[in-house]
């Protein structure tokens, strides 16, 4: 075997194209990249957005039950009252 030491014209060729086309791979990761990117972006407003809303609710959910709960409180406090009269004697059962 005879390594033939001249450049031709073959080989500039293949080595511009090989440098072209990473060049050309490279520039279409970054344009993904970059693509991906704003994604990731938006699905971090909307998750903030669900985030929010559902804190939102779990505020709202929250005020229902304590005011459930005062309701609870009362509905008891009227109920021993009632007990309470009918307890004693002279009272109408």
């Known amino acids: 075997m005879k390594f033939d030491p001249t450049i031709n ?50 505020r709202e959910i929250k005020g229902r039950v304590d005011d459930l709960q005062k309701s609870n409180q009362d509905i008891k406090e009227s109920l021993a009252i009632l007990r309470g009269r009918a307890a004693e004697p002279g009272s109408r059962k």
């Open 9 to 58: 014209t073959g080989t500039i060729i293949q080595t511009l194209v090989v440098v072209a086309s990473m060049a050309v791979a490279y520039g279409s990761y970054r344009e993904d990249q970059t693509k991906q990117d704003g994604r990731i972006a938006q699905v971090e407003v909307l998750a903030e957005k669900d985030r929010e809303s559902t804190r939102e609710a779990l």
